[in-house]
Nanobody, 124 residues
């Protein structure tokens, strides 16, 4: 059974930093591209960042470029999203996802497995 479990969310002031993690089990993590998405109340789920299997390729939404960094440790079956210079508009539930595709992409339907999400709240 495939499981993706996010952790590390919380409440932070604007300008602060958080790192969320995604622990994977039940799949060969190194054979999956990985993505982070977020969903704010009343809004659609949106792509945040993606990384390919061996960390050579990363992609970011324009809204987080230069502030967020996606990474992964295949030996630990874990992915990360480092979030710096956080803004109130970054407040959302953050989800990790894994795809059997070799390259990360923004459409949610590229991803086969999803975590349950972790709440990130940025106060002004």
């Amino acid at each position: 059974q495939v499981q993706l479990v996010e952790s590390g969310g919380g409440l932070v002031q604007a300008g602060g930093s958080l790192r969320v993690s995604c622990a994977a089990s039940g799949l060969t993590f190194s054979m999956h591209a990985m993505g982070w998405f977020r969903q704010a109340p009343g809004k659609e789920r949106e792509f945040v960042a993606g990384i390919n299997r061996n960390s050579v390729i990363t992609v970011y939404a324009d809204s987080v470029k230069g502030r967020f960094t996606i990474s992964r440790d295949n030996a630990k079956n874990t992915g990360y999203l480092q979030m710096n210079s956080l803004k109130p508009e970054d407040t959302a539930v953050y989800y990790c996802a894994a795809s059997t595709q070799s390259l990360p992409g923004s459409p949610p339907n590229l991803y086969d497995y999803w975590g349950q999400g972790t709440q990130v709240t940025v106060s002004s």
